[in-house]
């Protein structure tokens, strides 16, 4: 399940990317989120994956959808980006696989053998406003700034052209 998961993954992220029409771009996307949702599942992280679910890629994913159908022509492509455009982006993102490989190839895992405790919503309550070490504030602002740009960007492309 592990691998169909990332494969899935991989390949709509790619088609999210690639897709020159808007709205597919972003029903790949629902698929991307639907199959991360499924890893938590998969990881028993059943509290994490009910979020993925409700809150990115059901209410996420909507309202891109929804800017994009108030905003923009459905069946509008996008123009197909010159060489100026793909190269250097083509350079950041095998930089970035790149990198990415060398950091998991050199990072040791080791397994773990803890006794599972058991977990109550007060102490899942204190993990998500903690700011310790295992605290959850701080990713959920970067994403949340993270999520804005997207979807300003999301808006901005979906925007009418005045021409």
Do not use: C
Not at 30 to 37: D, I, M, R
């Amino acid at each position: 399940m592990f691998l169909l998961f990332a494969a899935m993954i991989i390949v709509f992220s790619i088609l999210t990317v690639t897709s020159r029409r808007i709205l597919r771009a972003a029903t790949f996307l629902l698929f991307v989120l639907v199959s991360t949702a499924g890893l938590y599942f998969l990881l028993r992280y059943n509290f994490l994956a009910a979020i993925q679910l409700t809150l990115y890629a059901g209410g996420i994913v909507v309202l891109i959808i929804f800017s994009i159908l108030l905003t923009s022509h459905i069946g509008e492509k996008l123009p197909v980006p010159g060489w100026r455009k793909a190269l250097p982006a083509a350079v950041v993102a095998g930089f970035g696989a790149v990198m990415t490989l060398f950091v998991v190839i050199q990072h040791e895992f080791q397994g773990t053998a803890t006794n599972q405790e058991p977990t109550n919503v007060r102490l899942i309550g204190q993990s998500l406003l903690s700011t310790e070490k295992f605290g959850y504030a701080l990713p959920f602002e970067v994403i949340s700034i993270l999520l804005l740009a997207a979807m300003v960007g999301a808006i901005v492309l979906a925007k009418k052209r005045k021409d």
